[in-house]
């Protein structure tokens, strides 16, 4: 087993030793369901890759790694209420399997408790943690209210998208990274470094969303493409295709997009014809290798040797390169 | 102007400071309508005067005593979700003037930001503040959870219901008191004694709100009477009432306590009328004098001078006798 499979092993471990058995059971039942209900664990792996990176016992940054994790789940059950979405991970999500105010309150006390979990940290950690923590949990807040803000207004930017998504998803990947990077006494260059690493892969990965969604292979996907054009979400997909689109093609894209009153199948059949005819496909990769050779700078300039650098790299690859 | 006074007015300027002018707006500008649109400042006040007592620099506690109001307005947020509140102090809540999802956001942000504020204080007591607030906030969530659930319960007994305005309410005075003490290292002991004074004269202050609910002077309590009667919450007075009534009387109460196609003011007439014949407001105000008694019996546990605590001694005989 690698370095990376053993890591987060671990962490579905310790996520499941986290004691949930406790009443009210309409409070805690949610917050055990939804952190055992799948996840890749990616923000947790992060942080002990990068602790581990930086020469530290990893086990010094479970506590953090923990808390980034059930941080992650509470906002995912918050964005479940906001969006109606009544599946996750192929699961019913918190707020359909009991209801919206239990989705509320379990995600309140899982913030509560992200913030519990630093705790087990250092002492000597805990302020940067705390800040760390604090910070990132208030910037997903403002990504998710520009994303809201976005599917009302009728001409989003493409670099208003990117500044949205960094916010509501890329962020946390770096603070991950970060989390890792501060129990391990990294320096302050090398912690900038390894966050704009984690930031700007953020943003590849979330761009990879965009694409997989519509173009992706549905039986590795897990779910069925066009999930997103049904939702009409401002991906970079249609911010591309809108402004690359002309004329009829125009018009078209505009009356599949807003029109409720389509069949879904051919919504998602005129719309996706729309973005291969534009190749948008293409515009949104080149997006991401731009990103993703931007990570790869910011983590050359980690002073550390390769060696030390190469789990962590092969995790970001595999991201990079991964079909669902 | 007395101690109290001169603090309320300082927790009032410090909130004016906190910089709420930040984009995106609707994440922003609900947090500073709900910081700002009143409220009596009691739990932060409680932070101070505990401080004060024990001989520390009250300064050292703004941090805490701000991140307690700041959680408290975030709990209020979300709660007025839950129980579809349209109005509090007499304005908009936060869901209704903008929508829920801004509510749920909001909320969040501001639960966040408690824990930021904390990064303030003094870097030796941060542990045990971050502490104090987690616990906190879990125990928080964990007596909202039971509110709801007993909305929906045929039977709540009161020991239950003591219970759970204990963790809704009486835990946050309890923790505000003992922040001070720990920001000013109050002994062990002493910081047990005065969480527990706390805590006990919260639960008595809820009881008197259920009184003062269906009793008051409108002119004074600043709304209409008889709302937790029209909301059918399940107070104290109405599970004293449930206990004592018998055949005709009881079934009276269930009648007009449960039926929907009721008048609002029929109802509140009808039910305070039993109220009334049942004496539950003095059995009510019995259970104040316990718990008030038990509070002033962990108080004179301090280990301090008379003259240390008189100030948070008037605090607490007011708020006692309060008419609204």
Not at 126 to 148: H, R, T
Not at 283 to 293: K, L, P, S, V, W
């Amino acid at each position: 087993m690698n370095k990376a499979d053993s890591f987060q092993n671990l962490i579905n471990q310790k996520i499941g030793k986290i004691n949930f058995d406790k009443s009210p059971r309409e409070l805690y039942d949610p917050m055990k369901y939804a952190l055992t209900m799948g996840g890749k664990r990616i923000r947790p792996l992060f942080t002990l890759l990068a602790c581990d990176m930086f020469g530290k016992d990893f086990q010094k940054a479970i506590p953090v790694a923990l808390a980034i994790e059930v941080f992650h789940n509470f906002t995912l059950i918050h964005d479940d209420i906001m969006d109606v979405a009544p599946l996750r991970r192929g699961k019913e999500t918190v707020y359909k399997k009991w209801n919206p105010n239990i989705g509320i309150l379990s995600g309140d006390a899982m913030l509560s408790k992200a913030f519990e979990l630093l705790l087990d940290s250092d002492e000597s950690k805990l302020k940067p943690l705390v800040q760390l923590l604090s910070k990132v949990a208030i910037e997903v807040c403002e990504g998710q209210q520009l994303d809201m803000n976005y599917e009302h207004s009728e001409l989003v930017t493409i670099p208003e998208y990117l500044e949205m998504i960094r916010l509501k998803t890329a962020v946390l990947a770096g603070s991950a990274l970060l989390a890792g990077a501060i129990v391990a006494d990294a320096s302050a260059q090398d912690q900038h470094e390894i966050y704009k690493f984690g930031e700007n892969l953020g943003i590849a990965f979330q761009l990879k969303d965009d694409i997989l969604d519509v173009f992706g292979d549905e039986t590795k996907f897990g779910k069925k493409n066009g999930g997103d054009i049904v939702a009409k979400k401002k991906t970079y997909l249609y911010l591309k295709a809108h402004e690359l689109a002309k004329g009829k093609i125009l018009n078209s894209l505009t009356y599949y997009f807003v029109n409720s009153t389509f069949d879904d199948e051919a919504k998602i059949n005129e719309v996706s014809a729309i973005y291969k005819q534009l190749n948008v496909k293409e515009a949104a990769e080149e997006q991401i290798e731009i990103y993703y050779q931007k990570a790869l700078a910011h983590f050359a300039n980690i002073n550390l040797p390769d060696e030390n650098k190469k789990d962590l790299l092969e995790v970001a690859s595999n991201l990079m390169e991964r079909e669902n």
